[in-house]
């Protein structure tokens, strides 16, 4: 989905911190998510320690002496995303990890669960949803899951006209579908929107078909694009 600026790959230094760059996006909001939902006690993780974890690994392999930029940018979101996937599951489950392709599966009945279609077939949440008391006081009028990309949410959308779409400046909806995806669902599309991850990128990081990245992805957006309607 993106590409890193080969200029630094004769640089071990620059290209690892090229590729940190990158990172941060992607880890800010996987501790947001946490938070929010309630995972995460408040402060108690921060993405600049955990992107220096990935660092670390990074140079105790050797990696980045050895790979070129593509493969180490996908072997550092592999890391980051390890962690992430061990954190929420410590965090959440308190039990021996498990498949993150079982973990989906159930996730996506879950998520297919909570969404219908309407008379004209097309995709709304189902009542209980519009019940977003759990943790209301932390989506602030002004929070969008991606207000640090918020171009990235635009073309995620499909909203290349902004101001022809006045319902994107009611957030309210926006907040209220993303906090309530189950949490590896979110992960895919936060690596696909902050990240910039392509999907083979993606499924090759979650160990993942192609074809369930994008149908995930694309289930999303419609469901977004629906509740902004």
């Known amino acids: 989905m993106t590409s890193v600026n080969n200029n630094s790959s004769g640089n071990p230094e620059k290209k690892t911190l090229t590729i940190v760059h990158l990172l941060h996006p992607y880890a800010k909001q996987r501790i947001r998510?946490?938070?929010?939902?309630?995972?995460?006690?408040?402060?108690?993780?921060?993405?600049?320690?955990?992107?220096?974890?990935?660092?670390?690994?990074?140079?105790e392999k050797g990696l980045h002496m050895e790979n070129h930029i593509e493969e180490l940018r996908l072997s550092m979101f592999q890391m980051l995303n390890d962690r992430y996937q061990g954190l929420f599951q410590t965090e959440e489950w308190h039990k021996d990890a498990?498949?993150?392709?079982?973990?989906?599966e159930q996730e996506l009945k879950q998520l297919e669960e909570n969404f219908t279609t309407d008379g004209g077939n097309d995709l709304i949440m189902n009542e209980e949803l519009d019940d977003i008391s759990y943790h209301q006081d932390d989506l602030k009028s002004n929070e969008l899951p991606y207000d640090d990309a918020e171009e990235g949410v635009r073309a995620f959308l499909g909203l290349d006209n902004v101001e022809s779409h006045p319902e994107f400046h009611d957030r309210s909806n926006l907040r209220k579908v993303y906090y309530k995806l189950p949490?590896?669902?979110?992960?895919?599309?936060?690596?696909?929107?902050?990240?910039?991850?392509?999907?083979?990128?993606?499924?090759?990081?979650?160990?993942?078909?192609?074809?369930?990245?994008?149908?995930?992805?694309?289930?999303?957006r419609e469901t977004i694009k629906k509740q902004l309607d």
């Open 33 to 59: 998510v946490g938070e929010i939902l309630g995972i995460f006690p408040r402060n108690m993780y921060k993405s600049n320690e955990i992107i220096d974890e990935v660092v670390l690994e990074t140079y």
């Open 98 to 104: 498990i498949s993150t392709k079982y973990i989906l």
């Open 183 to 220: 949490v590896h669902t979110s992960n895919i599309v936060d690596l696909y929107v902050l990240g910039k991850l392509s999907y083979h990128e993606i499924a090759s990081i979650l160990n993942m078909d192609v074809s369930e990245v994008k149908e995930i992805v694309n289930f999303v």
